[in-house]
């Protein structure tokens, strides 16, 4: 590994608050993948890392959606809410059920647009503002995370309106409320 590549994988992991073999990973999966494209690595990691996310929480809303809508096939909507209760309740009946997950998962997206912000703040701030690449980079990722966002609340919905949920899940939902600043950067999206 070259300087450049170890620099860019600890650029990487502090931006998207991952660990840096997770970053080096992401990195080479899109060195590999790469097509011919202007963008720089940096940006592409953060885009295949964004849209990857944003692919996996579709994928799982669209089932719990399916697995609720009254015009599906009694027979696929009977398998899909088999699959909802075998692979995300009851694995995790012993401790914090998925809608606390999903909760804490909607705070971790909310510190992420708070970082964005600050992160905007400080480019605009140090002149760095004729970098227009960051800029855009910044602002897909604060749209990407508002998205994120909204899936994870509309998947804890689902979960919810199914009786898929714990006490403890409850609790969390109000506490989480309760926790709310009164500016939060979701409102400015």
């Known amino acids: 590994m070259n300087k450049e590549f170890q620099e860019g994988c600890i650029q990487l992991a502090e931006d998207l608050d991952l660990d840096e073999l997770e970053a080096a990973k992401l990195l080479i999966a899109v060195q590999d993948d790469r097509n011919v494209s202007e963008r720089p690595i940096l940006t592409e990691a953060v885009i295949r890392f964004h849209q990857t996310r944003k692919y996996t929480l579709d994928c799982l809303l669209t089932v ?3 697995s609720t809508d009254t015009v ?3 027979v696929v909507q009977d398998g899909l809410r088999s699959l909802v209760h075998s692979q995300i ?3 995790l009946r012993q401790g914090p059920g998925f809608v606390a997950k999903c909760l804490t998962s909607m705070s971790a997206v909310r510190a992420g647009i708070q970082r964005l912000a600050q992160k905007s703040n ?6 760095q503002a004729s970098q227009s690449e960051l800029l855009e980079r ?5 749209v990407s995370f508002v998205k994120q966002h909204e899936s994870l609340g509309a998947i804890a919905y689902f979960l919810v309106k199914e009786d898929q949920f714990k006490q403890s ?3 969390a939902v109000l506490q989480s409320l309760q926790n709310l600043d009164k500016y939060d950067h979701l409102l400015g999206a």
């Open 64 to 66: 719990l959606q399916l």
């Open 72 to 74: 599906v096939d009694d």
């Open 89 to 91: 309740v009851e694995p």
């Open 122 to 127: 400080t480019v605009s701030v140090t002149g």
């Open 138 to 142: 910044l602002e897909f990722e604060r």
């Open 169 to 171: 899940d409850f609790d």
